[in-house]
């Protein structure tokens, strides 16, 4: 019977997600995007690392389609390969602040002892502005890939935290969890079978919005030179070669930053979506 | 009032010595020597030797924090390692760009943004209602730095109304002062303001649904006046919530915009610093902007009760 019910309500959030034309076309983009990044191999036309001096600084044509570069690397092909750095460093920050911001936020909002300090640091690290903590990090780990997702994962950790925490002190209250509790179950299993199921919600939302500020974060710290090293290509470090071309190669500049936009936009949309379809009491 | 201000700034301690204590033990995660690093594969070991005595990086970390910290609070952050001069002089020296700029982005947020959520709550489901909401999800999802370019390359390149880049001081003129700001401040602006409309537009549309709005309504009160005067004071908080956070924000998220326009503020020195691993800089940039965050966010919640009688702090 139980399980009937919460399958109806399953139903229900899909229903409302449904209706909700721009959190499908969100997620469609986010579809694009993502196949853009897998087939990237079979669909970009050119190789995007190889050099073509005879042909920079092609505007837009029918054989380059979004031109080409300084070097006379195909501009088409580079973006495709971009959404792969784009994507992949998302994932990463989503999948590591998605696990440390569970931990710290059951902790912090279960262990009333443990959640002075817990949240203490947290605020502490909020406290530096987002870019500037990451390109630091990143600074000390060396550029590549791998230390941009590291050090945007330290960056937005907190901020899941918190959203966690604040599930975690609403849910505490509740009389299951008091009920359980008298009943003698463990911390361990009322945090594990009670409280964190009834968390999801909001850490899905919140990973939403996370997978969007890290793209737009990777693009920032790739513009700066904190992102993967060239020639290997992100949207970020695209953008930053074409900046001093942007009095006669404007293109260079334009359809890299269209593609981080897009997929920006498609994750809003996503994440708006959500929101209101899973939970619409939840506010951002 | 005092008493509670004081409290408050007692509570900002444990935050501040947290942060210390990140931004000093960061540079400590570097793979190997600092000293090494910064000097890089040619140094010999002497002159490593050297530099690692001159940061002090010889002593123990504890010794080293203390030393640092201590140094820090009299207004002294190390030298510049690539500057050659001490890292606090620098800082301050870029500070007043800085802070301009933040300053210019806030008022194009704000100027935008209030107005903007404000009108689209109270004609909820309007024309003008969905263009603010698709404009303000485009100004989040649209990075900062691309929109510089952009507006480099519309009102710099082609039309020629703003210079690309760089900057003159204050005390340079102001009118000259205000035309090297306008693009930066606008593209640094841009997404705070869509954040400030979404949020207004929300928070409006909750207190424009409470009974008092209605009662104010049913009086026969023109919309204008239930808007700007039941309505407005209501939202004031949370208005002034985001518009503090922005300000933080924005005082930090310079770094990048600062670059494109070639902006000499903290933020661009902090990515020269970057990219030379100049780390004292780093160090003492991290602290002081997070200080400043710190203190601009205590300085916000102290402002509450001017805005809303309610709030009263004893």
Not at chain 2, 127 to 152: C, R
Not at chain 2, 167 to 174: C, D, N
Request: a positive charge.
């Amino acid at each position: 019977m139980k399980s009937q019910k919460s399958k109806l309500g399953e139903n229900k959030k899909w229903q409302r997600l449904k209706r909700n034309k721009m959190a499908i076309a969100g997620l469609l983009i986010i579809c694009a995007i993502l196949l853009i990044a897998i087939l990237a191999p079979y669909i970009s036309p050119y190789d995007p690392l190889v050099l073509n001096i005879r042909s920079r600084f092609q505007s837009p044509n029918s054989e380059f389609l979004f031109g080409t570069d300084n070097y006379g690397r195909d501009l088409f092909s580079r973006v495709l390969y971009g959404a792969r750095v784009s994507l992949k460093v998302g994932v990463i920050v989503v999948f590591i602040t998605s696990a440390l911001g569970t931990f710290f936020g059951l902790i912090a909002g279960y262990f009333r002892k443990l959640d002075y300090v817990i949240m203490r640091v947290m605020d502490a690290f909020m406290s530096f502005p987002t870019i500037l903590l990451g390109i630091s990090i990143v600074a000390i780990l060396s550029p590549s890939e791998m230390n941009a997702a590291i050090a945007l994962s330290v960056v937005y950790t907190p901020r899941t935290t918190r959203i966690v925490r604040s599930a975690v002190l609403e849910i505490k209250g509740s009389e299951f969890v008091r009920a359980a509790k008298s009943l003698g179950a463990s911390d361990f299993r009322i945090i594990l079978k009670h409280i964190l199921p009834n968390c999801l919600t909001p850490l899905i939302v919140q990973s939403t919005f996370v997978f969007a500020y890290a793209v737009l974060a990777e693009a920032s710290l790739s513009f700066v030179g904190a992102g993967p090293p060239p020639p290997a290509p992100s949207w970020g470090n695209i953008l930053s070669e074409g900046r001093q071309y942007i009095r006669t190669a404007p293109w260079i500049t334009i359809f890299p930053g269209i593609f981080i936009a897009l997929t920006v936009l498609g994750l809003n949309l996503t994440g708006d979506g959500l929101r209101d379809a899973l939970d619409p009491k939840m506010k951002k | 009032m005092l008493r509670y201000t004081l409290s408050r700034m007692l509570g900002l301690i444990p935050t501040l010595i947290l942060v210390a204590l990140i931004s000093f033990f960061l540079i400590h995660l570097t793979p190997g020597d600092p000293a090494a690093v910064m000097l890089g594969v040619e140094a010999t070991p002497e002159r490593v030797a050297n530099l690692r005595a001159d940061m002090g990086l010889d002593q123990p970390l504890t010794v080293q924090f203390k030393d640092w910290v201590s140094s820090a609070l009299q207004g002294d952050l190390g030298n510049s390692f690539f500057l050659g001069r001490p890292v606090a002089e620098a800082l301050v020296e870029r500070l007043p760009a800085t802070f301009s700029l933040a300053v210019a982005a806030l008022l194009v947020a704000v100027i935008i943004g209030v107005p903007a959520g404000i009108i689209a709550a109270a004609r909820q489901n309007s024309v003008f209602d969905g263009s603010v909401m698709v404009i303000a999800l485009l100004g989040i999802s649209v990075p900062s730095f691309w929109l510089g370019l952009l507006l480099i390359l519309i009102f710099s390149v082609g039309l020629g109304w703003f210079p690309t880049g760089g900057y003159v001081p204050i005390s340079e003129g102001f009118v000259q002062h205000v035309k090297y700001l306008v693009l930066p401040a606008v593209s640094l602006g841009f997404m705070q303001a869509a954040l400030i409309a979404r949020m207004t537009r929300a928070s409006m549309l909750e207190v424009i649904r409470k009974d008092y709005i209605t009662t104010a309504r049913s009086k026969g009160q023109s919309e204008f006046v239930v808007v700007t005067k039941h309505a407005l004071k209501n939202i004031a908080i949370s208005v002034l919530t985001v518009v503090g956070m922005a300000f933080g924000i924005l005082l930090g998220g310079a770094v990048i915009v600062e670059t494109v326009f070639a902006y000499p503020g903290v933020g661009r020195l902090v990515v020269q610093a970057v990219t030379r691993r100049d780390y004292p800089l780093i160090q003492g940039a991290l602290l002081m902007i997070a200080s400043i965050y710190v203190i601009v966010n205590l300085v916000v919640d102290l402002l509450y009760p001017l805005f809303d009688p309610r709030i009263k702090y004893e």
